[in-house]
């Protein structure tokens, strides 16, 4: 479902009806006789919805976290906060920027459409800004051929749907001005080579068993999941268009199964 379109729609009928009770309607009814349903209604929700249109639009808009993509920043059932304006203000539903404002930087977590089917919410860690030449070799990540500094920092393990322990290794990551923690798998192949899509740009990219070496196309961003073996990301469905940002996350506020993670400010 595309709530935002349902949100417009429900504020532009309840919004109309309350404009028309408010120039014509009411003047054509007595004082003593009570409104009809169909007004009265609508013109108590049109207030309601329409702060909720604006502060989801641009201010913030609430997300949860349906996959293990990027344990260990964010796990599954996470509710989190994603701050709309910081890359610009966007007109809703058609995501058009009409203000330019921050632009995204590497190493921060961020909100988009998924370039294959937009009507679908993904969030990862921006890794390759427009024009950067991204490379993962032998499970090591590097920028404009600039190795990223890693260092191990201890085991880690997580449930996976439910059903079995995986078990893998933490690294911190430093990447730009940004530092946090990614789980590498060593006894996954570096890269699924049966499962890299033909994506836009795709020419952009050299693929082979060690990993892949891509450019990213100006308007463009390479993104990746922070469970780099457990991550559907840039690698195999290719790049980010400026225009498909949502935002930029910023807070856990809620996880059902963990209190202590609400307020946590992702990093």
């Not at 427009?130 to 997580?158: Q, T, W």
Request: hydrophobic share 40%; charged share 20%; net charge neutral.
């Amino acid at each position: 479902m595309n709530f935002p379109l349902v949100l417009l729609i429900l504020l532009i009928v309840t919004g109309s009806i309350w404009l028309l009770d408010f120039l014509f309607l009411k003047h054509k009814r007595e004082n003593d006789i009570a409104e009809p349903w169909w007004v009265e209604y609508p013109k108590s929700f049109f207030p309601i919805i329409l702060i909720v249109f604006c502060l989801r639009s641009f201010l913030v808009e609430p997300f949860k976290i349906p996959s293990g993509s990027m344990i260990p920043t964010l796990l599954v059932g996470d509710f989190i906060l994603v701050n709309k304006y910081t890359y610009g203000i966007r007109l809703p539903v058609i995501n058009h920027k009409i203000i330019d404002m921050n632009q995204p930087k590497r190493g921060e977590v961020m909100v988009f459409r998924y370039p294959e089917d937009p009507s679908i919410d993904y969030i990862k860690r921006v890794i390759g800004l427009p024009g950067d030449i991204v490379a993962y070799r032998n499970k090591k990540l590097s920028i404009n051929g600039v190795p990223i500094e890693m260092k191990l920092d201890g085991d880690y393990k997580y449930i996976e749907s439910g059903l079995a322990y995986i078990y893998t290794q933490r690294f911190k990551e430093f990447v730009g001005e940004k530092s946090y923690n990614i789980l590498i798998n060593q006894e996954i192949p570096n890269i699924m080579l049966s499962s890299v899509h033909y994506f836009p740009f795709r020419e952009n990219c050299v693929f082979d068993r060690t990993g892949f070496t891509c450019k990213v196309p100006d308007g463009n961003y390479f993104m990746l999941g922070d469970n780099r073996d457990g991550s559907s990301d840039s690698r195999y469905w290719g790049f980010v268009p400026e225009e498909n940002i949502v935002g930029k996350a910023f807070m856990i506020w809620w996880n059902f199964s963990d209190l202590g993670r609400i307020g946590l400010s992702i990093e």
